[in-house]
């Protein structure tokens, strides 16, 4: 750089057009090579005015940050593309969630997330999900999903373990509720920027990404041939509402939920559920409470089974009756049958004589 200025120097007073030209391009290639080094433009000012060697020069980071991790020495010789340290920014700070693949169809771009970290008891931190892996880790069948929490204080440090709540509103036909970010674009480095149409980030120049619109999740398929009559008289909760029932309500085998309903005359009567996930509200004294969504099944006013529903059903099983395990029911032999009784007599064959 220094040679280059001087060389600059002597062809604008004694060279020709073709040396000033020449002195000018090499005067540009050192300051482009010192700019692609790191060196700021205040920098390249300062060297120039100082005009004279040096032996120290500050390379600044291209961010700002914490450095979390030192790989050289005082003294050391390092040469190109050696890592020198490691810088973070802490605020925001990332945090990776495991989330499993029977969950992911309700985790959306925007959601907020209740953090909770072993650190600070008590605490609760808020995050917002700002991007979710676009594959799935075949070993643990979960996909990670990244939040980002504020930190301004520097209080949540990186490698902590944290338990983390996403909390997702339920519509009435069972699709978690819009987050108002389907459909637009917005930056995987700085989630903040947010556009309505294709471009960069203004802060890191990468190009924007589209959230996907969210798509209605996929319920078991059930068969209602049983209860045809009920499904035209079925009344679905008011506009706004969930029409819900208590978790201790359903009997669940992970393949098939059912509840026990109270008919007229008083008896009980199996149906078949098409339920939702799990959802907190709150109960007729203002209480918290764990529900279901019902997406089928039953109507506004229909009354359940609460408690002894397993009770009911072990009876219904007994009597042969369709139950939670067995939907058609249980003949009267297969009731009988590996309860270690001996097997009822075998008739001889017509025309056969017995030996006396």
């Given amino acids: 750089m220094i040679r280059a200025l001087a060389a600059m120097r002597l062809a604008r007073e004694k060279g020709s057009a073709a040396e000033r030209s020449f002195a000018e391009t090499n005067l540009e290639a050192a300051r482009t090579k010192l700019r692609l080094l790191g060196i700021l433009p205040d920098q390249l000012k300062e060297i120039e005015a100082a005009d004279k060697p040096s032996t120290y020069l500050t390379v600044y980071a291209p961010i700002g940050g914490t450095v979390i991790e030192k790989s050289v020495r005082v003294g050391q010789y390092v040469k190109k593309g050696d890592m020198l340290y490691r810088i973070a920014d802490l605020d925001p700070i990332w945090l990776f969630l495991d989330v499993y693949e029977y969950d992911l169809a309700w985790v959306r771009f925007g959601q907020p997330v209740d953090v909770a970290v072993e650190a600070y008891p008590g605490e609760a931190f808020r995050g917002t999900v700002t991007f979710i892996d676009p594959f799935l880790d075949d070993k643990t069948r979960t996909v990670k999903v990244r939040v980002n929490l504020k930190n301004p204080d520097r ?26 970010l389907e459909g637009k674009y917005l930056c995987p480095m700085h989630p903040e920027v947010v556009a309505d149409a294709p471009g960069r980030c203004p802060i890191c120049a990468m190009p924007l990404e589209r959230v996907p619109p969210a798509a209605a999740p996929a319920g078991p398929a059930h068969d209602h041939a049983d209860h045809k009559g009920h499904e035209a008289m079925m009344k679905a909760a008011p506009a706004g509402q969930v029409l819900a029932v208590r978790t201790s309500a359903v009997l669940n085998t992970g393949r098939r939920a059912i509840a026990y309903r109270q008919k007229g005359d008083g008896a009980y009567e199996l149906v078949e559920l098409h339920i939702g996930p799990r959802a907190e509200g709150k109960d007729d004294a203002g209480r918290k409470a764990d529900y279901f969504p019902v997406l089928a099944g039953l109507s506004v006013g229909d009354r359940v089974v609460v408690r002894g529903g397993f009770l009911l059903d072990s009876q219904q099983q007994i009597e042969g009756m369709p139950s939670l395990l067995y939907p058609k029911g249980q003949s009267a032999a297969s009731l009988h049958a590996g309860h270690g009784g001996s097997p009822p007599p075998k008739s001889p064959p017509p025309g056969e004589q017995h030996k006396h």
């Fill in 155 to 180: 209080r949540l440090k990186p490698a902590m373990y944290v338990s983390a709540s996403v909390r997702v509103r339920i519509l009435p036909d069972g699709r978690p509720e819009p987050t108002g």
